[in-house]
């Protein structure tokens, strides 16, 4: 039997100007400067490919997932597969119906309502009415959203947004699913939920899934191949556990990823997180180490000519499936920040006693400046927690993700 899909050669390229349509004059001649020699230096400078020469294949029944950091080029793969947006070379052959849950905003009408949605995507996938109605309990009893049923999905918060789109993806009929992150939007029960459907999608009815996620857990425990991309390209493709350890072990490097490169910030950006770096007293690495005391350097850039006197700072650490396990913010201790005019400062987080078990995880962070959300960068570092004896005994118990001191005593 041939492939479900097969992905052969894909490219897809993306003009800068396309998301970035002001340039300044200023960086006009600088670029002039640096490079004055090559003709083709402003056309190479705004294109940039989202997806280089990749290919796979994935047969029926499979799950295959799709890990790598942020820009890796992980959505753009789903949107082509989908056809939401055409490859720029190669080809995507998809031997079945398609349903997708990507980014919020596709797949769903956002003025009409979630039970007309329900009909417009089974209609979508050639279903008639009569086998969308039999099916339409099952969607709503999933989804958890009937009393909201005859309300325009553009009303919806993103978690039913997300909890009636999954339900609408997993229940109508169709050989493949594409599933974006977007499941992480959901609370933790509700992705148990999504989880647990996917693996009888895939080994009761013999669908295929193409899974993108964060969640290293759920990858490895739904995915009979993984794709890990970086900058557009296959890095590895093999195996769950050896692919997501070769990312979780590969990806300290994640750590040096510029800060200035990612766009998937949130807040008004006038006070900018430019820096983030990590240390510890025991080794020159940029790790934690557990128990021993660790350092969260991070700088924060004034992008404005106006003096700013109300800053907080705060940064979380979270387990690599999102789980939250540490915050420390500025706030706590009524600290004073303030940055002069386009100016930059340097603030140090000293953590004593790292309650960590080895493991990676994620630092996220956060600048508020009078209440008001400034930056805001989701796992913006990634950070390997080793080994540091804890205890004192020599051993760890792993598997408890905070560790706190204790005793035992016989009384
Ligand atoms: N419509 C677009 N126009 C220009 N660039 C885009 C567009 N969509 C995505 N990109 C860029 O392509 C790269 C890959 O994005 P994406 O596929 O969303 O990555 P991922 O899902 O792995 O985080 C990023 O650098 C992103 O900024
Ligand atoms: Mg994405």
């Known amino acids: 039997m041939k492939p479900i899909i097969e992905v052969e050669n894909l490219s897809k390229k993306y003009r800068l100007g396309e998301i970035q349509p002001y340039y300044s004059l200023r960086d006009d001649i600088a670029n002039l400067f640096r490079n004055p020699f090559s003709k083709n230096n402003e056309l190479e400078k705004q294109e940039f490919w989202a997806l280089k020469d990749v290919s796979f294949k994935v047969d029926q029944g499979e799950v295959l997932g799709v890990i790598g950091p942020n820009g890796a080029g992980k959505s753009t793969l789903l949107k082509v597969l989908s056809r939401i947006t055409p490859p720029s070379s190669g080809k995507a052959i998809l031997r079945g119906r398609v349903a997708s849950l990507l980014e919020v905003g596709t797949g769903f009408n956002p003025e009409l309502t979630g039970r007309e949605n329900i009909y417009l995507n089974g209609a979508i996938l050639g279903m008639t009415r009569r086998e969308i109605r039999k099916k339409f309990n099952e969607i709503v009893d999933f989804s958890g959203v009937e009393q909201f049923l005859d309300t325009p999905v553009k009303r919806y918060s993103s978690g039913m947004y997300v909890r009636l789109a999954f339900a609408v993806a997993a229940h109508l009929e169709s050989e493949i699913l594409l599933i974006d992150e977007v499941l992480s939007v959901g609370d933790a029960e509700f992705q148990k939920k999504c989880l647990g459907k996917m693996e009888s999608i895939t080994k009761k009815q013999g669908r295929t899934i193409v899974f993108i996620s964060h969640n290293i857990n759920s990858v490895k425990s739904l995915c009979y191949k993984v794709i890990l991309l970086e900058n557009g390209i296959i890095i590895k493709i093999g195996n769950p556990k050896e692919v997501t350890d070769y990312y979780l072990f590969g990806v300290n490097k994640a750590s040096k990823v510029l800060l200035s490169d990612r766009k998937d910030r949130r807040g008004n950006g006038k006070i900018k997180l430019i820096n983030i770096k990590l240390s510890n007293d025991e080794n020159k690495i940029e790790q934690f180490v557990s128990g ?114 204790y005793t035992w005593q016989i009384s």
């Not at 004073?336 to 006693?353: A, F, G, Q, Y």
């Open 292 to 405: 021993k005391t660790c350092y969260v350097d991070v700088e924060i850039e004034n992008k404005e000519n106006i003096l700013k006197n109300d800053i907080e700072v705060a940064i979380a650490i979270n387990k690599i499936d999102g789980t939250r396990l540490l915050y420390m913010g500025t706030k706590i201790f009524n600290m004073k920040i303030t940055l002069k005019p386009l100016s930059n400062v340097k603030l140090r987080c000293i953590i004593p006693d790292l309650p960590l078990e080895p493991d990676n995880y994620y630092i996220s962070a956060e600048i508020m400046e009078a209440g008001s959300l400034e930056d805001y960068i989701n796992d913006a570092v990634l950070v390997a927690v080793k080994n540091g004896d804890y205890y004192g005994t020599g051993k760890i118990w792993p598997f408890s993700g905070i560790l706190s001191k």
